[in-house]
Each structure stands twice: as structure tokens, then as C-alpha cells.
């Protein structure tokens, strides 16, 4: 009996502590959407260690609640809302990613909860805070992209000399690629460098918009997530391809993603840099060096890149002042 | 050793004024080279240190820049990693460049914060900002201290970083070459002043010495010392030198006693003054004649000491006019001296400015012309003397050269040549005197040639006529005469002119009135005829009258022809008037009759309409009726003349006026009477004028018209004014006196009636048998026994021997003039003799004669005018009876 009470009682004093430190640690639940390439598990792994090096060890000291939503369109918006609604009171921060942010942002503007954007395009950041060097003043906060069409188009007319069509290829059913189109749409003419945008839909069809490339006479063209996911296909066109990515790729996996295809250059932020960002914030509210209020919005790491096998594919000269001005170059 | 020893030490010989003049000159070439040298290194080493510098910290930056540029081309320029990697990196390597050995750059933000520095960190934040604020200014190279040394930097903004990037070094480092180029400089011109003080002692032996002792010897020559000698060794040039100037001093030794005896050769005073003052320096020996002092008694005179002393002739004048010597370079003027005995000379002294011993002073010389002056000044006096003559004399006098320019025109003549003396003198006689034919105005040739020709007295015939300078034109008489000098030599000629004009006017004058006085007697004559014969025809038609009906025809009809018997009258009487200008015979009239009458006989036959208004209790006038019709006459006959041929209006009004004017007899009542015409007017220019005699615009006037009457109311001790408002024609105003003897109002039967009381025996006297005739016919109608005598002894004679007889006569008649004869005047007067109660009537038709207006003073009791009614002579003698 003693030998059993003794076994119980040693039992209990090995959960009881962990059942305190669960008491009394942080929850930060993630709220993220299907999106290749690891939506935006990359974020969480950043977030995680860097939490682990400032002292909020998982399990003990911080709690996580990842929920991913069940598809990359509209239709999980009430997966968003029910999370929200579900996590809104019990979390001590609420991070969402990408364009989940707005549909969440709209329950939780009218609580106290913090939330965290990591990371959304800086023209959505833009919707939700009126500017992104000051203090919100309000419980949200973030990382913000920043690969705005303006650069891209920059960097068009950097690679191909003299552009003067290039379309944007999107997915109407995306709400990331219909929020870049809007950004497009209301590019400045100084922003276009003298480039006549198209916009053409994936949503009526791959071979339509290869039929449309070409009536068209496009020199080069680009998209997020939509055409990422139909680049194989896009790659037919046989040109080039000068775009941003949204996804969540890293430095190390950029070379993998780009063998096929005709991307020859582009631009992109590795997101697990946003999730260690977002940890060195998260990590300052919880040790109250800050308030979400006073947390100002960072950028997210900006990497360029070329790429010369795809420009060698399309038998296209690369100027040495493009090559000398990125980051990466994909020989 | 104060500051004037040091002076007086260093100027105290050529020598150390030689060793002062080439420390000096040394100074003085090597001071501004050094000064201009580290000048131009300096500046040359700010602007390329600054240059250099400034690309030096560009050549460092650039890079930078480029980095930030390759960002945007790809849009990564706001890729804050990125960023902070090329901000990191570049100020690594800032932080490890130097610049030669102490150059370093540092970095320190917009707003004052040190990025990176090895120096200015120690300074504090007040001398940063300071710093900061020369910053801004990247041109320029900024100069500070930082805690051991002087620093100097160039900056350049650097926006991507919002700082300042600068190039400091230590300023010694930089400006090392300039601080080289002193220290050289310096030391050479050390060695240069230390080479140049050695060279000076051979110099002052073999030159300095010798001139000092040149020197020396110049100076006993100009203290007067020319004995002076002159030893030492002369070598070269100064040895020539030498010789020269003692050769010099022997020239200057002769010259000097020769000058001295030209100096006192002169009579004339010369004497040497201090410029300021005046003060005698020198003076020669003729001083002493001249002013009685010695030469060193002189000297020590102020020049108010030989001056009169009377204004302006005293010292303050003097310096006056010593003062006035920097302005020009010599002056003469007269003086009054004075000398020693106190006698007042006059001098004429000559003043000019000169330098003596370096010192600016004045020259005099003095000459005596006391007597010279005196005999300038008689002279003068004479010669005003004469010209005062010349110019007084009442008539024109020219002189002029035997050449005929004019010389001297006097003030008469420059008044009839319209040349002053000034604009006449040196003009030919000919423009002068110009002469011309008053008759056909030709050019008379001068009588000044002829004079001078033949070198007699010439004198111009009449008729000659002087044309003014303004053109005008008078006559002149004229005379020339030669001018001869005392070798009876023809020097010039002489003309003496009056105007005669005036003269001459007169002389016409004369002539007319005594023509018109001619014409008067005449008229006077045939007047007195005349009103014999008009006495006959007006008695005889009077007579006549009695015995018809009043109501017939032919009364009718000898009314008439008596009535153009009395203006028969009356034109004698004007006739007589006119002739004699006499007296008015005075009664009492009402002139509104007399103004009716004229004014009606006058407009007969012309269109000029009249009106008179007068009021119905028009005072009497004591007038001559005859004078005062002439005047209305005369008057209305120039506003018709004056009037156009179209017509006219001519307003007349009489009324009476009780104290118009000051005029002591008007102001006790008057009539006043106007004539206003509708005429043109008269001029104002020639308004005054119209009354004088023989003035008129009419080319066949008389211009007596408005004279006679002017005359005539003035006699009458009345007003005639004229006045001609413009466009208002002409308004003649006359005021005469009112009568304050008012006649009874007798009429001719009541007068009648009395003369009929008593038969009265009565003697005429009248050279006209046909007047006697008329008269005894009157008389007996008159029922009077009548006595007749043609002339004055007649008359007495026939008074004498009735009052013999015993039947004297009561009343006598007498004609006042008798042709021939003796006159009713002396008659009268011898008859009052015989009796002095005799009762005589001098009758004439000589109405204005002064017997006529005064009878009663001439003895008689009554007068009467021929010829008269038998009314008329019924009530003179009813008068007399009554008397």
C-alpha cells in the first residue's frame, strides 16, 4: 500500500510541476492556411527556437495551438472565425499568417488579445495599420512583405531592356493573388516604368491564359501564389517569369524550386525570419518590455535572386548590373 | 634713451642714415616677398589641401553610395538588413583608414551624435554642435582644436546615413611646406641685413666722411660764412665735386656784389616780406629815401607803420591783400604811404609771391607817384569837369574823330539817338545820327563831313529830320563844328543838334489858331451883319405880327419865318461864340427845352431815334441858352457821326440832383443831363484825350467840337464827363448849376402893361440906319417918342442938348460897337459923365462880349441881344422903369 501510495505521490510530483508551468505559461496559438510549400510551418519553426533561446521553452514556459485552416481559398474563412472566436480569450497572443489576418482581425480588434501578422504583404498591413514606423497604438502588430509590384516591375525592366508589356498572372480564387492584383491595380504610373500591365485569370483556364501571353505579345510575366502553383505548366509560355514569392521558402530551398520552370528572377523573404522576428516581439510583450500598443511593425528579410539556368533556357543576356545587385545568383 | 634720441641718434650723419636706409631697404624689399610668399603657399595650400582632401573623402564615400545604388535597382533599398549590413561594413572600414599620418575620418549624425571618431569623441556636446554648424558648410575646410592639436577637416553629407562623413588631419601636417618657406626666408634675410651692415664701413671712410665734410662746408656757405674752408681727402667723383662746388662758391661770391648793386641801384623801393605776417625781412637802401628810415629802422616797422593809416590804407588791408597772393601770382595796386616825417605819399606797389629759405614769402617793389597821382587827379577833375558840361548842355552834343567814329554822345543826345554813350562809342556818326529829309524822307548827308572837310562851322537848312534807333522820327536843328588840337590840326568834329519838334508843333499850332482866330473875326464880323440884318427882318416880322389875326394864315406864316429867325440867332450867336470863346450871357433857362430844341435840329434827317425824359419840376439853370445849345449840339453831332448809317438810339434824361458832387457851387443843387448813344464807343485808349483841342479821329474833324464844349461848361462852373463802358456806346454827363435867381414869371403883356404906364422919351444910337428904323418903329408902337443918332457924339450931343431943353431922355439905346466910330462903350461911359443917372441899354449882337456879360460894372442898366422882339425890348424897358 505505502509502496504504492509512494509510487502514486512520486508520480504526481513528476505532472504537478508540469501541470504548473502549463498553468502559468504563455499560449500562443497560430493560425495559418494551406499554402505550399510548408504553409507557413517555416514561420513557426523560427518563431519556436528563437522563443526557446529567449528563455519561453515549448511546454513549459509557452504553450502553442498551431490550427491550419483546410484549404488556401475563401471557403476557410469560418475555420478562421471559429478558431478566433474558440482562442480570442485564452490566448496571450494569436498569430496569424497571411491573409487569415484580416478575417481574424475582425473578431479580435474588439478584444485585448495581441495578434501578431506574420507575415502579410505590407499593402495589407497597410488595410489594418495607418503606418508601418510608428507605434500601432492598437493589439496588433507584425511582419510585413515587402515585394511590392513597383519593384518587381523595377526589376523587370532592369532584366529585360525596354519592357513594355508584362502581365500578371493570378488565381481569382486566391485571396493573396486577388490582394497583389489590387496592388498592381493601384500602382502609380511613375511606380510602372513605362510597362503596360495585363492581368490575366488562372481561373479561366492555364492554356487560356498561355493563348492570351501570346495574342498579347507579353515580354514577361509574374503572379504569387497562383502561378506558383501552375509554373510547370506556365513555363510552356516560354517566358520569362520576373516575380515575388509569397511562399514560405527558405535560402537553402530556393535552388529546388526554381530547376524548372521559367523563373529567372525574382524576389522573396525567407519566412522563418519573420517567425524569429516575431518571437523577439512576442518575447518583449510577455517580459513587458512592451505592449502590443507599443510594438512596432518590422519588415521581413528581402532576398533578389537570378537565375541563370532559366535565363539560359530562354537565351536571355543577364546586364552585369543586375547580376552585381542580388543576392543570389542560380548559375 | 626716450623716443627723440633714438630719432635724433639715427639721422644725426649720412652714416647712420645709410646703415638705416639699407636695413630699411632690405626690410622693406624682403618683408613683403616673405609676407606675399607664405600668402600664396598658404592660399594655394588651403585651396588644394581642400581640394585634394575633398576628393580624398569622396574617393572614400563613393563606394558607399554605390552600394546603397545597386540596392535600389532591384528595389531592395528599403530591405532594412541590407541596409544595416552595407552601414556596418562601410564604417568598419572607415574606422581603420588613415590618411598620411594623421588623417582620420569620422562620422557624426545629423542630429549631433557621434557615429564613429577617434578625436571628436572627447569633445563635448556644445563644441560638437558648434563644430555641426561648420559641418553643413561642405565647401570650405573647417579648422579646430582637438585636444593636443590643431585639426582641420573637410565634411560631405551623407543622406543615407543622415551624418556627416569627415576628412580631419592636423593643420601642421598640411601646411607644412608654407611654415619650411618662413623659416628660410627668414634666415636669408638674417644673413643679408648682418652682409649689408659690413659692407658700410669702407663706405663711411671713403664716402660718407667726405660728404659729411661737403656738407658741413654747405652749411657755413648758407649761414653767409664764403670764407669757409674746405680740407680732407675726395677721391673719384667726390674729388670733382669739390672742385665744382668751390669753384661754385667763387661764382656765387662775384654774383652776389653784382646783384646787391642792381638790388640797390632803383628808386623804387624793394622789400622782402614774411608771407604770414607781412613782416619786413629785407629792404633795399632806396627804402631810406623814400620813407626817410634807415634800412634797419625799417626793418623793424610793420607795414601799418608806413601806411596813412586812413581806410583802407592800414595794416588790415595790407594783410589782406598779402593773403590774397596764394590765389594769384602777382598783384599791383595804388597806396597811401607814410613817411618817417609823417607826410602821406601815394605809392603804387607791386606785389609777388617768392620762397625764401624754404619759406614762402612776398616781393615788393614801391614806387613813388605822389606826384604823378596829383597830376592823374587834376587831370581827371578836369576832364569830368568837361564831360559833366558836355552832358549837362541842353542840346544834343556828339563828338567824334576826324574819322566820324563817335566818341563822346551826351545824355540830350543820347535821349533824341536813342544811343547810350556805351553802345554809340566807337559807331560811325552816320549810324549814330541818321538824317533824313522831313519832307520826302531821303538821306541827308551829315554836316560832320563837310565840317571836317572843309574845317568850317556848318549848319543844317530846315526840314531835317532825325531817325531814333527805335525808329522814331523828330526834326532837328543841327550844327557841326571842327574839332582842332593845338597845332590847329582837324582831330575830330563837333555836333551840336536840338529837337524842334515840339517847336515846330507849336509854331503850327500858333499858326492855326491864328487862322482860326482869323476865321472867328471873320465869322464875328459877318455875325455882327448878320444880326443887324436879322435885328430887321425879326423886328419887322414882329411888327407885322401885331397887326394881323392871330388866327390868319399869314400869322401863321410870320410865326414861322420869326421862329427861323431865331435859330438865325442863335447860329450867330454860336458864330460869335466861336469866335471869341467869351463869357456866357447867363439867365435863368429851363433846359429841357433848350435840350429838346438841339437835340431835334441836330438828328434832322438822319435815322438816329432820341428820347428825353425829364421830370416836370426841372429846376432852372443859369446858362448861357447859346453856349448850352452848341454843347448839346456838339455832343449829339459826334454820337451821329459816331453811329453807322443804319441809325441809332441816343437817350436823353435831365433831372435834378441836390448835392452830386464835391464841387462846392454843384453841391448846393444841380441838373444833371446824360446823352447816351448806342454807338461803338470810344476807346479807352483815347477816352482822356477827346477833350483836348484839335484831337479827333475824324479824318476831316476840327477837333474843336468837344473842346468848345468842355470850355463852355467849365465856364458855366459845371461837369462834363465822359464815360465809354465796352459795348455800351458812349454816355456823356453833364451837371450844371441850378438858378437860385428865378426870373418872375412876367409875361410879355404884363411887362407890356408896366412899360405902357408912362411914354417914355427915348434916343437910340446905332450905326444901321435900318436898325434906327426898326427901333423907332418898335418904340412908337410901343407909344415912346424916339430920338436917333448913329453914332456916339451924336448921341451925346443929342442927350446934352435935351436935357438942355428940358425934356431929357429917360432910357438910352446904345449899339455897342460902332464902326468908325465911337461905341456904345465910351459913349456910355462920357454919357454917365454928363449924367449920372442916365439909363442906358447897350445893346449888340456880340452876345459874349465881355461888356455884354458884365453891363452893369460898365455903367449900363441893361442890355439888350440883337436881334430882339419888341417883346424883349418892352421888358427891358419895363425893367428899367421898374428899377
Known amino acids: ?310 535565363a539560359g533556357r530562354l537565351n536571355m543576356q543577364i546586364p552585369f548590373a543586375a547580376l552585381e545587385s542580388v543576392d543570389i545568383v542560380i548559375k | 634713451m626716450n623716443l627723440s634720441n633714438i630719432f635724433a641718434f639715427r639721422f644725426k650723419s649720412i652714416q647712420s642714415l645709410f646703415v638705416a636706409g639699407i636695413i630699411l631697404l632690405i626690410t622693406i624689399a624682403s618683408i613683403p616677398l616673405l609676407l606675399t610668399g607664405t600668402f600664396i603657399i598658404n592660399t594655394i595650400t588651403s585651396e588644394f589641401g581642400n581640394e585634394i582632401l575633398h576628393k580624398e573623402l569622396n574617393s572614400l564615400i563613393e563606394p558607399i553610395t554605390l552600394r546603397y545604388k545597386i540596392l535600389e535597382r532591384i528595389g531592395l533599398e528599403d530591405s532594412q538588413i541590407h541596409l544595416n549590413e552595407i552601414k556596418t561594413n562601410a564604417i568598419n572600414d572607415l574606422r581603420h583608414y588613415q590618411y598620411r599620418k594623421t588623417g582620420s575620418i569620422f562620422v557624426i549624425s545629423r542630429n549631433g551624435a557621434t557615429i564613429f571618431s577617434k578625436e571628436l569623441s572627447a569633445h563635448d556636446a556644445s563644441s560638437l554642435n558648434s563644430l555641426l554648424t561648420q559641418f553643413k558648410d561642405t565647401q570650405k575646410m573647417i579648422e579646430y582644436h582637438n585636444a593636443t592639436t590643431r585639426r582641420i577637416a573637410v565634411t560631405q553629407y551623407f543622406p543615407y546615413w543622415n551624418a556627416y562623413i569627415g576628412l580631419a588631419m592636423d593643420k601642421k601636417e598640411l601646411f607644412a611646406p608654407r611654415d619650411l618657406f618662413i623659416i628660410i626666408s627668414l634666415t636669408v634675410l638674417i644673413f643679408m641685413l648682418f652682409f649689408a651692415s659690413l659692407c658700410t664701413l669702407p663706405i663711411h671712410h671713403f664716402i660718407i666722411t667726405p660728404i659729411l665734410r661737403l656738407a658741413n662746408y654747405a652749411d657755413q656757405l648758407s649761414e653767409g660764412n664764403l670764407q669757409a674752408h674746405l680740407s680732407g681727402t675726395f677721391i673719384l667723383e667726390l674729388a670733382t665735386v669739390k672742385k665744382n662746388i668751390t669753384g661754385m662758391v667763387n661764382t656765387l661770391i662775384n654774383r652776389e656784389e653784382k646783384y646787391r648793386a642792381i638790388y640797390n641801384a632803383p628808386r623804387d623801393a624793394i622789400v622782402l616780406h614774411e608771407a604770414g605776417t607781412g613782416r619786413f625781412l629785407e629792404a633795399n637802401e632806396a627804402i631810406e629815401a623814400m620813407y626817410g628810415y634807415t634800412r634797419e629802422e625799417f626793418l623793424d616797422l610793420t607795414i601799418g607803420d608806413i601806411s596813412s593809416g586812413v581806410p583802407p590804407y592800414a595794416m588790415e588791408e595790407a594783410e589782406k591783400k598779402i593773403r590774397q597772393l596764394k590765389y594769384v601770382d602777382h598783384l599791383r595796386f595804388e597806396w597811401q604811404g607814410k613817411k618817417k616825417n609823417g607826410q602821406i605819399f601815394w605809392v603804387d606797389v607791386s606785389l609777388r609771391p617768392f620762397f625764401h629759405d624754404n619759406q614762402p614769402g612776398v616781393l615788393s617793389v614801391v614806387r613813388d607817384i605822389d606826384d604823378q597821382k596829383k597830376a592823374a587827379e587834376n587831370l581827371a577833375a578836369e576832364k569830368e569837369q568837361l564831360a559833366i558840361t558836355l552832358r549837362s548842355i541842353g542840346d544834343g552834343v556828339i563828338t567824334a574823330d576826324n574819322q566820324g567814329s563817335v566818341i563822346l554822345v551826351n545824355k540830350i543826345a543820347e535821349k533824341l539817338t536813342g544811343w547810350s554813350q556805351q553802345e554809340a562809342a566807337g559807331q560811325t556818326l552816320d549810324n549814330v545820327l541818321r538824317l533824313v529829309d522831313t519832307k520826302n524822307g531821303t538821306p541827308i548827308t551829315n554836316p560832320a563831313w563837310e565840317a571836317l572837310s572843309t574845317g568850317s562851322h556848318i549848319e543844317l537848312s530846315g526840314n531835317v529830320s532825325l531817325i531814333a534807333k527805335d525808329g522814331s522820327k523828330r526834326e532837328i536843328a543841327d550844327s557841326a563844328a571842327p574839332i582842332f588840337d593845338i597845332s590847329s590840326k582837324i582831330v575830330g568834329v563837333v ?368 442890355m439888350l441881344i440883337k436881334p430882339f422882339l419888341l417883346s424883349e425890348l418892352k421888358e427891358v424897358l419895363a425893367a428899367i422903369y421898374h428899377q
Open chain 1, 1 to 310: 500500500m505505502n509502496k504504492t501510495v509512494l509510487t502514486i505521490f512520486f508520480l504526481l510530483t513528476l505532472v504537478l510541476p508540469v501541470q504548473d508551468v502549463q498553468a502559468k505559461g504563455k499560449r500562443v496559438v497560430f493560425i495559418r492556411y494551406q499554402i505550399p510549400i510548408s504553409h507557413f510551418s517555416t514561420v513557426m519553426d523560427g518563431f519556436k527556437k528563437t522563443m526557446t533561446i529567449l528563455g519561453y521553452e515549448e511546454g513549459k514556459q509557452i504553450e502553442y495551438i498551431d490550427i491550419l485552416t483546410r484549404s488556401a481559398d475563401k471557403s476557410s474563412i469560418p475555420d478562421i472565425l471559429d478558431a478566433v472566436t474558440e482562442w480570442k480569450d485564452k490566448a496571450d497572443m494569436i498569430i496569424t499568417c497571411g491573409w487569415v489576418t484580416m478575417p481574424a482581425r475582425e473578431i479580435l480588434k474588439e478584444t485585448k488579445t495581441p495578434q501578431l501578422f506574420v507575415p502579410t504583404l505590407k499593402s495589407v498591413a497597410r488595410i489594418i495599420l495607418p503606418s508601418m514606423t510608428e507605434q500601432p497604438g492598437t493589439n496588433i502588430s507584425g511582419m510585413y512583405l515587402m515585394y511590392s509590384p513597383e519593384k518587381i516591375l523595377r526589376l523587370a525592366s532592369l532584366l529585360v531592356p525596354g519592357i513594355k508589356r508584362y502581365a500578371y498572372v493570378y488565381n481569382s480564387n486566391i485571396p493573396a493573388d486577388m490582394i497583389f492584383k489590387s496592388a498592381y491595380e493601384q500602382l502609380a504610373f511613375a511606380g510602372r516604368h513605362d510597362i503596360n500591365i495585363h492581368f490575366l485569370d488562372l481561373a479561366m483556364g492555364v492554356n487560356q491564359v498561355l493563348r492570351k501571353l501570346q495574342k498579347r505579345d507579353i515580354q514577361a510575366f509574374g503572379g504569387i501564389v497562383g502561378s506558383f502553383q501552375k509554373r510547370q505548366e506556365l513555363a510552356a509560355s516560354n517566358l520569362p517569369v520576373i516575380t515575388s514569392f509569397t511562399l514560405d521558402i527558405e535560402t537553402a530551398d530556393l535552388q529546388k524550386y526554381v530547376q524548372e520552370g521559367n523563373i529567372v528572377a525574382g524576389l522573396f523573404n525567407p519566412f522563418r525570419y519573420c517567425g524569429e522576428q516575431a518571437a523577439e516581439m512576442t518575447a518583449d510583450i510577455f517580459n513587458g518590455k512592451l505592449t502590443i500598443e507599443q510594438t512596432v511593425p518590422r519588415p521581413a528579410r528581402q532576398v533578389a535572386f537570378i537565375n541563370l539556368k532559366a
Open chain 2, 495 to 862: 555836333l551840336v543838334f536840338r529837337d524842334v519838334t515840339e517847336k515846330l508843333r507849336l509854331e503850327k499850332e500858333v499858326l492855326k489858331i491864328q487862322k482860326l482866330e482869323s476865321v472867328g473875326v471873320l465869322a464875328g464880323g459877318i455875325a455882327h451883319d448878320f444880326n443887324n440884318l436879322l435885328s430887321a427882318i425879326l423886328g419887322n416880322i414882329n411888327l407885322v405880327r401885331r397887326e394881323l389875326e392871330k388866327n390868319s394864315h399869314p400869322y401863321a406864316l410870320l410865326a414861322e419865318a420869326e421862329k427861323a429867325s431865331h435859330r438865325a440867332r442863335y447860329l450867330t450867336q454860336q458864330l460869335l461864340t466861336f469866335s471869341k470863346g467869351g463869357e456866357p450871357l447867363r439867365e435863368s433857362a429851363n433846359l429841357a427845352e433848350i435840350i429838346n430844341d438841339n437835340a431835334k435840329f441836330t438828328l434832322r434827317g438822319s435815322n438816329i431815334q432820341y428820347t428825353l425824359q425829364t421830370p416836370d419840376d426841372l429846376w432852372q439853370v443859369n446858362i448861357d441858352p447859346g453856349q448850352i445849345g452848341q454843347v448839346i449840339q456838339n455832343i449829339i453831332i459826334n454820337s451821329r457821326q459816331a453811329m453807322n448809317e443804319d441809325g441809332g438810339y441816343i437817350e436823353i434824361t435831365a433831372e435834378n440832383c441836390c448835392s452830386c458832387t464835391s464841387n462846392k457851387i454843384l453841391s448846393s443843387g444841380c441838373v444833371h443831363v446824360t446823352i447816351k448813344d448806342n454807338g461803338p464807343g470810344i476807346p479807352a485808349n483815347i477816352l482822356e484825350r477827346i477833350f483836348d483841342p484839335y484831337f479827333s479821329t475824324k479824318q476831316k474833324g476840327s477837333g474843336l467840337g468837344l473842346a468848345i464844349c468842355h470850355s463852355i461848361i467849365q465856364k458855366h462852373d459845371g461837369i462834363l464827363v465822359v464815360e465809354s463802358p465796352p459795348g455800351k456806346g458812349t454816355h456823356f454827363s453833364i451837371r450844371l448849376p441850378v438858378s437860385h435867381t428865378i426870373s418872375p414869371p412876367q409875361t410879355a403883356s404884363e411887362n407890356i402893361a408896366i412899360a405902357s404906364k408912362k411914354q417914355l422919351h427915348i434916343l437910340v444910337m446905332d450905326d444901321e440906319q435900318m436898325l434906327l428904323n426898326l427901333a423907332q418903329e418898335m418904340l412908337t408902337v410901343l407909344e415912346h417918342s424916339v430920338e436917333t443918332a448913329s453914332n456916339g457924339s451924336d448921341a451925346l450931343n443929342l442927350y446934352q442938348k435935351a436935357m438942355e431943353t428940358g425934356n431929357p431922355f429917360d432910357v438910352v439905346i446904345m449899339d455897342l460897337t460902332i464902326p468908325g466910330g465911337m461905341g456904345g462903350k465910351e459913349a456910355g461911359t462920357r454919357l454917365l459923365q454928363i449924367d449920372p443917372r442916365a439909363k442906358i441899354i447897350v445893346a449888340s449882337g456880340y452876345s459874349n462880349d465881355p461888356v455884354m456879360a458884365d453891363y452893369q460894372n460898365h455903367g449900363f442898366s441893361a
